[in-house]
């Protein structure tokens, strides 16, 4: 994805996230330098299944990109941004699976070319048309080591239309990570 492709969506995923905040629907956000936290970093994440998911469970080939484009403040590190990508396969999923994650960490590349990786728990809620997913766990190596983080991902409840019809092949939302000092 070109960086002006992922600036458009960014800058809509921040237009949603602004509606979002006005009509009073949380959202992934956090002051720009929280009491007792490292880093904030905010973005947008996609998530991809094939063949898709539907009301019946079947295997999926899964992908999940997430994109940070801000990380404030800028840490001793110098990490100003950062992206995550995994893939592989699931056990059979529906669509009300698709938010139990079936991996529990991913790597995150900073910027600088250094890396974490993040090993976390999932839990989500549906509030007003958004489900929420929130991630907490631990950096568990590399950048941060040992150091609790957190990633909030809001986006659009899954279209129950879909998830009869054709199934749900695309998820997208926005991101916010937070590393927590120790």
């Not at 992908?63 to 699931?90: M, N």
């Not at 600088?112 to 766990?137: I, L």
Request: hydrophobic share 35%.
């Amino acid at each position: 994805m070109s960086r002006s492709s992922r600036l458009s969506r960014a800058s809509r995923l921040t237009a949603v996230a602004a509606l979002l905040a006005a009509a009073g629907v949380p959202v992934a956000s956090a002051p720009a330098h929280a009491v007792g936290t490292e880093v904030v970093c905010n973005g947008s994440q996609d998530q991809k299944y094939s063949p898709g998911l539907k009301l019946v469970a079947t295997p999926q080939t899964f992908s999940e990109t997430t994109t940070y484009d801000i990380c404030r403040p800028l840490s001793e590190l110098g990490i100003a941004s950062g992206t995550s990508e995994s893939t592989g396969k699931t056990p059979p999923m529906t669509c009300v699976d698709a938010l139990r994650n079936n991996h529990v960490s991913k790597k995150i590349t900073w910027n600088t070319g250094k890396t974490s990786t993040f090993t976390y728990d999932v839990t989500a809620t549906h509030v007003g048309g958004q489900t929420v997913v929130t991630r907490t766990g631990t950096i568990t190596s590399g950048a941060f080591a040992g150091q609790p983080a957190r990633e909030v991902i809001t986006g659009p409840t899954p279209d129950t239309l879909k998830c009869l019809k054709g199934g749900i092949t695309e998820r997208t939302g926005v991101a916010t990570l937070t590393i927590f000092a120790l």
